[in-house]
């Protein structure tokens, strides 16, 4: 996909530069093409924006790998998925912005027989002054249809009362799920709805545990999550589906 939109942008800059007298007015001329090159350009960089992070950053190659491998040791059925595969989340190239959560994954995971569907990788970015670091996230998603993303937004915001909206009333009425979170000290979760690409992600609010004494140029490489924090990852998407299947 990203070489369809790279080679669009070519084609556009080559008749400009073949072809200039199309437009007699040299600034109409450039107000009218660049413009369509910039966008398809960076379309194209987010369609390829796993195969570019590899190249940059070797110790991302076998990352999709050891989580599978980890989640075989913890006893988590599982299988590494294709992110092009038909039934992989598809996720729209986004003409702006840079939210990680419309970006393609870095690879993916399809979760068998729990209530989450896949585990995505995704590359996020974190700045300290001049210095800028990449840092792998777990994206814990819930592939579905959704009406309104507000209903499924929520935050604990590093504590055991939800916030937001009908998605947090049912966590709130959760115990055995606010126990979970006591026993690993109140992680800082959010929940969000993304209709786009027809999914929810479940995700921890927080960087990867080696940023916290070195700024490599990446971490959070192996802070994979342990059973606990899976079945509690789990019970929130059990709630999602269910959400899901009332809304429709």
């Known amino acids: 996909m990203g070489l369809v939109f790279f080679g669009a942008a070519a084609l556009l800059l080559v008749g400009y530069i073949v072809y200039p007298g199309a437009v007699s007015n040299l600034f109409l001329s450039l107000m009218v093409f660049l413009p369509f090159?910039?966008?398809l350009t960076v379309m194209g960089v987010f369609a390829e924006f796993p195969w570019l992070q590899r190249k940059i950053y070797p110790e991302f190659r076998h990352i999709t790998e050891d989580l599978q491998s980890?989640?075989?040791?913890?006893?988590?059925?599982?299988e590494i998925l294709n992110s092009k595969e038909e039934s992989a989340i598809t996720h729209k190239v986004p003409t702006f912005g840079n939210n990680p959560l419309f970006s393609p994954p870095l690879g993916v995971i399809k979760v068998k027989n729990r209530n989450m569907d896949f585990i995505e990788l995704k590359v996020r970015r974190r700045n300290w002054g001049e210095t800028t670091a990449h840092y792998v996230h777990c994206i814990?998603?819930?592939h579905g249809n959704i009406k309104n993303e507000d209903k499924y937004w929520a935050s604990n915001q590093g504590g055991d009362i939800w916030f937001g909206d009908r998605l947090a009333e049912v966590l709130n009425a959760d115990n055995e799920l606010k126990t979970m979170l006591n026993d690993m000290d109140n992680p800082p979760i959010i929940v969000m709805g993304i209709k786009s690409d027809a999914y929810v992600a479940i995700y921890k609010d927080a960087v990867g545990t080696r940023s916290r004494t070195t700024r490599l140029p990446t971490f959070g490489i192996g802070d994979y999550p342990s059973l606990d924090e899976l079945k509690m990852y789990d019970r929130i998407a059990g709630h999602v589906k269910e959400l899901i299947t009332l809304s429709w």
């Open 37 to 39: 090159i910039l966008i």
């Open 70 to 78: 980890h989640l075989t040791q913890i006893g988590v059925d599982s």
């Open 140 to 142: 814990y998603a819930v």
